[in-house]
């Protein structure tokens, strides 16, 4: 199990987290970028991921700047009209419009759950029922898109172990809708209780409300550490930058991903992700599908395809194509799936892989032979098939055997 351990350096808000995550895992890029496309209607602006320095440290920012037709200023202040379904600001209203967005369920139900304790702690702030509560300070592009984007990329990371870092307290006074209210705001407090605090001294708001909500959702601040006295392995590091300047430090959130070292004989697995790539044909032939199967499995990036036989609506017969993809090739083979086959549509997400450690080297005759370490210190050995000319089966079973028992 992977675990991912949040440094709140400058503090956290929701695009510092997105920011940070995107700047340790880069494979994520074009699923977020597919996902702003189907949450970010085209009219309101773009997103800008881009890398900055923040008091000397480098750093990534995630930021929305809105079409100049628009007429809206730079982030935090992307209001929505009263027309749009979400802009009042009411619970409700925000809730059924990302239920109702095009993204993966998996990031709907993460999104909605992080919203769904945000208004839960609104509600108790301001002693209403949760049907009731309007969020003044998210009615904006911004917060629903920092919702949003940071339920994918905790949905893509599902086997997570997540800690947090004792959270910079700040202080003095913030200004709200509801007229100045001292740092932390009431929600982050009644959202953080039991989390570990610190004071560096350092006033303002330093963890905003939804950003309190991811480390809500992620983290259970009274449940054992399963990281701790464990020997961890740093895998990656990322930094995202919030839009505030602090003199003092800089106003970053730092992301470590760590992955157990186990101290017994096992190797281990070495772990990657790729992008699972699946659709369905109905109207091709034969000859068709075997064709488009060769070219996909020539396609830069395909790690591997496999076609499994199925019966789809109207009792057709079906052949399901199953790709596993480099994630940073995904889009140019999602193109060639659309090239090469007659589907309208296709799904796709990232995956966690655990690989044996493997090798690999030629015997004497030439032929390829592969080498996996598996638990325990075994080692298995299997030849290449493509390797092995004989020219009868007896005779290409005695060429894999030599292959594989000297190898």
């Not at 970028?33 to 997103?47: A, F, Y």
């Not at 935090?76 to 809730?95: E, N, R, T, W």
């Not at 006295?229 to 003092?248: D, F, Q, V, W, Y």
């Not at 970053?252 to 992700?273: E, K, V, Y």
């Amino acid at each position: 199990m992977n675990h991912i351990h949040l440094d709140a350096v400058g503090g956290i808000a929701g695009d510092m987290f997105i920011a940070a995550m995107l700047d340790m895992l880069p494979h994520l890029h074009p699923r977020i970028e597919q996902d702003i496309k189907r949450i970010l209607p085209s009219d309101v602006g773009t997103v800008e991921i881009t890398e900055i320095r923040k008091n000397g440290m480098h750093a990534r920012t995630f930021n929305l700047v809105p079409n100049p037709s628009s007429g809206q200023d730079r982030r935090s202040h992307h209001d929505i009209p009263d027309k749009h379904p979400i802009g009042s600001g009411a619970f409700g209203d925000i809730l059924s419009f990302i239920r109702s967005s095009q993204v993966a369920p998996e990031t709907i139900e993460v999104a909605c759950a992080i919203l769904t304790l945000l208004a839960e702690a609104e509600a108790k702030t301001h002693a209403v029922d949760i049907k009731d509560v309007h969020f003044h300070e998210i009615a904006d592009w911004d917060s629903v898109l920092d919702v949003v984007i940071a339920g994918s990329i905790i949905a893509a990371l599902p086997n997570c172990h997540w800690t947090v870092s004792d959270l910079p307290r700040g202080g003095g006074l913030i200004k709200t809708q509801h007229g100045l209210l001292p740092a932390p705001a009431p929600a982050t407090v009644e959202l953080l209780t039991g989390f570990n605090w610190r004071d560096d001294g350092v006033s303002g708001e330093r963890v905003t409300p939804t950003g309190a909500a991811i480390l809500k959702y992620l983290i259970d601040p009274s449940a054992p550490d399963a990281s701790t006295g464990k020997s961890e392995h740093l895998c990656a590091s990322g930094t995202g930058a919030g839009t505030r300047n602090i003199p003092e430090l800089p106003n970053i959130l730092r992301a470590l991903q760590f992955s157990s070292i186990t101290t017994n004989n096992d190797p281990g697995h070495d772990q990657d992700h790729v992008t699972v790539i699946e659709f369905e044909i109905d109207d091709m032939t034969g000859e068709e599908i075997a064709t488009a199967t060769e070219m996909l499995r020539k396609s830069d990036g395909v790690i591997d395809l496999v076609l499994f036989a199925g019966q789809g609506k109207k009792n057709r017969q079906t052949t399901a194509f199953r790709l596993l993809a480099k994630t940073n090739l995904a889009d140019q083979i999602m193109d060639e799936c659309f090239a090469q086959t007659s589907t309208i549509g296709l799904r796709h997400h990232v995956s966690e892989r655990r690989i044996l450690p493997r090798s690999e080297n030629l015997d004497e005759t030439g032929i390829q032979v592969k080498h996996a370490t598996r638990p325990g210190g075994v080692i298995s050995t299997k030849a290449e098939h493509d390797d092995i000319v004989g020219q009868n089966l007896q005779t290409r079973r005695q060429q894999k055997y030599r292959a594989e028992f000297k190898g």
